[in-house]
């Protein structure tokens, strides 16, 4: 039987405002997203009578909470079509950094069962479909980068910023999103950490999350503050909700080199990748 390989990249927030608590319970944002095309999960979908679905992290769970198979589910009683793919979903985007992996697999796999079902659902109708399972997975069916609003399933396609290089660091433990936000409108700013905007060749880049997980995991901001200081940096931001920091490197400087001293200065068990934002 044959198998269909489907690639889900990881999204960076260049920008990311927090504008206030919705009745819902959900919170209206204004945010600019890019993908990072070369960090990605990767989704295998092997023909097959019946669904069945496995992970190759152990740490995630392989049942009805996965996005993956909530996403198969909700496509299923969207289309009456009954899933008969066994789906290996392997990562590479680091779970709870803020870089929307399990977002974008969901978003994937949407995309891959429409397709293999021959455009059954459309356009249209996966983006109700994922807009109903979380805020970002719609991001993730547009092609390029977008401004998005409301709980951020409200998209607008944008020309994408200038290819930047980018550093992510990422130390061993996670940030819940939900966590994040409940947190923000009681959160304090810590001192001598700057949360301004910082402005980089037309880009305003800020994070209002970044205020509830620097207040939680002070680490974090640590790890921006070492990272502004460094003469190889133009910016650095929390990606998302976090527990990720990322670096905008200057033209030519070693982000190799920039992640080498981080695990040296700051934690030996530093994650880290390094590449060019994308669409």
């Known amino acids: 039987m044959s198998t269909h390989t489907f690639h889900a990249p990881a999204k960076l927030n260049l920008s ?4 206030g608590k919705r009745d819902d319970g959900f919170h209206d944002i204004d945010t ?3 993908k990072l095309p070369g960090l990605a999960d990767t989704l295998e979908f092997q023909e097959s009578t019946q669904f069945s679905f496995r992970c190759d992290d152990p740490t995630l769970p392989a049942d009805e909470t996965n996005l993956v198979v909530k996403a198969v589910r909700a496509y299923e009683a969207a289309t009456g079509e009954r899933c008969k793919f066994s789906i290996t979903l392997k990562k590479g985007i680091p779970h ?3 870089l929307g992996g399990g977002s974008s697999d969901a978003a994937t796999t949407l995309h891959a069962l429409d397709q293999l079902r021959g455009g059954k659902a459309g356009a249209a109708r996966l983006h109700e479909i994922a807009a109903s399972l979380g805020s970002d997975i719609p991001f993730f069916l547009t092609p390029g980068a977008a401004h998005c609003s409301g709980r951020g399933e409200i998209i607008h396609a944008v020309a994408a910023p200038a290819p930047l290089r980018i550093l992510l660091l990422k130390p061993n433990f996670t940030v819940p999103t939900p966590d994040a936000y409940a947190r923000w409108a009681s959160s304090k700013e810590l001192p001598d950490v700057r949360y301004a905007a910082q402005d980089l060749d037309g880009l ?7 205020q509830p997980v620097f207040e939680k995991h002070r680490f974090l901001a ?7 200081a460094r003469y190889e940096t133009a910016a650095a931001l929390l990606a998302g909700s976090g527990a990720c920091v990322f670096a905008v ?3 030519g400087e070693d982000a190799e080199a ?3 001293a981080a695990r ?16």
């Open 258 to 260: 920039l992640a080498k």
């Open 204 to 210: 305003s880049l800020v994070n209002h999350l970044e």
């Open 32 to 34: 600019l997203m890019v």
């Open 222 to 228: 640590e790890m921006k503050q070492w990272l502004l």
């Open 264 to 279: 040296h200065e700051l934690d030996p068990g530093l994650w880290h990748w390094t590449g060019v934002t994308g669409n």
């Open 16 to 19: 990311l405002r927090v504008l």
């Open 249 to 251: 490197l200057h033209h």
């Open 96 to 98: 709870g950094a803020g």
